[in-house]
């Protein structure tokens, strides 16, 4: 089994900046891609930037030139560098990642709890 713990969210005024933090722990063979996806309320979860095991990057058109996006694959974990927040980022942040266990040569997908984000104007 396979957890991803988030931490990192918060409150912050409008021009502000957040960083987000997601670390992978358990039968991990290899990490494929890793990233963060957002809900706000109302609103389907979205992708907001992913990594891929190559370091190539995607990000969502609303986030580019703000957010940015790292990995260490040695401890297993992804990063959100979060500047210049609007209050329509304000929503959930999930960490994701699809994940290969030990012992197998099957890749799954796996969530973590998530974490507030909340961009006062």
């Known amino acids: 089994q396979v957890q991803l713990v988030e931490s990192g969210g918060g409150l912050v005024q409008a021009g502000g900046s957040l960083r987000l933090s997601c670390a992978a722990s358990?039968?991990?063979?290899?990490?494929?891609?890793i990233g963060w996806y957002r809900q706000a309320p109302g609103k389907q979860r979205e992708l907001v930037a992913v990594?891929?095991?190559?370091?190539?990057?995607k990000y969502a058109d609303s986030v580019k030139g703000r957010f940015t996006i790292s990995r260490d694959n040695a401890k297993n974990t992804v990063s959100l560098q979060m500047n210049s927040l609007k209050p329509e980022d304000t929503a959930v942040y999930y960490c994701?990642?699809?994940?290969?266990?030990?012992?197998?040569?099957?890749?799954?997908?796996?969530w973590g709890q998530g974490t507030q984000v909340t961009v006062s104007s």
């Open positions: 358990g039968s991990i063979f290899s990490i494929n891609a």
């Open positions: 990594i891929s095991s190559g370091t190539r990057t």
């Open positions: 994701n990642a699809v994940v290969q266990a030990t012992n197998s040569e099957y890749l799954y997908n796996y």
